[in-house]
Nanobody
Framework: QVQLVESGGGLVQPGDSLRLSCAAS????????MGWFRQAPGKEREFVAR???????HYAISVAGRFTLSRDNAKNTVDLQMNNLKPEDTAVYYC???????????????WGQGTQVTVSS
């Protein structure tokens, strides 16, 4: 079993930055695909980014160039640096883990509880 805990969410203004962190316990993350998804009110959970065990990254078009995903296997953490935030980035952000590299949330078995990000002026 893998337990995931997100942190770092908050209320920011458009153009600001936030750094989300996902800490894992139970097992080492080094072999897992780590993904970030988000869900806005009334919308389905959508893919944001994922990183493979070999540090290959994939980003949703809506965040490419603004968000950067990194992992620290020694610390068992995965961070999502979010720059130039926009109101449409407002959502609950979830960390996930599994062995399949996918943008489909149903392919991930392990999930954190989520952290709220609100971008508003």
């Amino acid at each position: 079993q893998v337990q995931l805990v997100e942190s770092g969410g908050g209320l920011v203004q458009p153009g600001d930055s936030l750094r989300l962190s996902c800490a894992a316990s139970g097992r080492t993350l080094s072999r897992y695909i780590m993904g970030w998804f988000r869900q806005a009110p009334g919308k389905e959970r959508e893919f944001v980014a994922r990183i493979s065990s070999g540090n290959i990254r994939h980003y949703a078009i809506s965040v490419a160039g603004r968000f950067t995903l990194s992992r620290d296997n020694a610390k068992n953490t995965v961070d999502l640096q979010m720059n130039n935030l926009k109101p449409e980035d407002t959502a609950v952000y979830y960390c996930s883990a599994d062995f399949a590299s996918s943008a489909d949330a149903s392919q991930y078995r392990y999930w954190g509880q989520g952290t709220q990000v609100t971008v508003s002026s």
